[in-house]
């Protein structure tokens, strides 16, 4: 997992966002756990529940939402993965918060 989380931090500081670079790294650090999920590989694991809290948390404004979604746009870019399970994660968590299906075509600002 530290492999996946490292290669999505660099990608952060290589990114040309406006997005903060410690915002991102949180976003980064939240979704990282959930990779496995969103390919299919594995079921929802408690770490990435406790990031999906997290990003819920951090995601306060239109304009935090905005730029988590484009963080985790952004990280999610490299990677192969299914954008509809990413709304599936706060039910699967029991979180109540609403997740788009991010993908690389999605427009964050809606």
């Known amino acids: 997992m530290s492999r996946v989380l490292c290669v999505l931090f660099f990608l952060v ?3 040309k966002s406006t997005v903060s670079a410690l915002q991102c790294q949180k976003v980064i650090a939240d979704l990282a ?6 390919q299919g590989k594995a079921d929802v694991s408690p770490q990435c529940c406790s990031g999906v809290k997290d990003l819920k948390a951090i995601a306060k ?12 746009k952004q990280a999610l870019s490299k990677f192969d993965y299914d954008p509809k399970r990413i709304p599936l994660l706060p039910k699967k968590c029991g979180v109540d918060a609403t997740m788009p299906p991010i993908d690389k075509n999605y427009n964050c600002a809606k």
């Open 33 to 38: 756990p959930c990779l496995s999920y969103l």
């Open 61 to 72: 404004t239109k304009a935090d939402r905005v730029d988590t979604c484009n963080c985790g």
């Open 13 to 15: 500081l290589v990114s």
